[in-house]
């Protein structure tokens, strides 16, 4: 997997998940997740099973790019986004890192 470290400057917010025995059981639970990369507010509950949805808001007046790192995916998933825009990006596992990139 291609990982946003490499991808991204130094422009990084995540939550991380470290698999534990106890995961499974930790997802039946709503966890809703806030944070900020950039310009970008986003959010995310990781109480589904499969996949997670992130939402995300540009910020910015001008065009962005966001990207997301998840867990069960071999591949980056992004967006550019204009300035004041908004959206959601679906992926397989939980979310690893989300950070918007240099444009």
Request: glycine content about 12%; overall charge neutral; proline content about 1%.
């Amino acid at each position: 997997m291609l990982g946003l470290s490499a991808l991204a400057g130094t422009a990084h917010a995540a939550d991380s998940h470290t698999p534990s025995a106890t995961h499974a059981v930790q997802s039946q639970v709503n966890d809703m997740h806030r944070g900020t990369a950039g310009c970008f507010t986003w959010s995310y509950d990781d109480s589904g099973w499969v996949t997670s949805t992130v939402y995300y808001h540009n910020t910015c007046k001008t065009k962005r790019t966001i990207a997301i790192e998840f867990a069960g995916e071999w591949a980056v998933k992004s967006a550019a986004v204009k300035g004041g825009g908004s959206g959601h990006i679906t992926g397989n596992g939980d979310v690893d890192k989300i950070v918007m990139l240099k444009n």
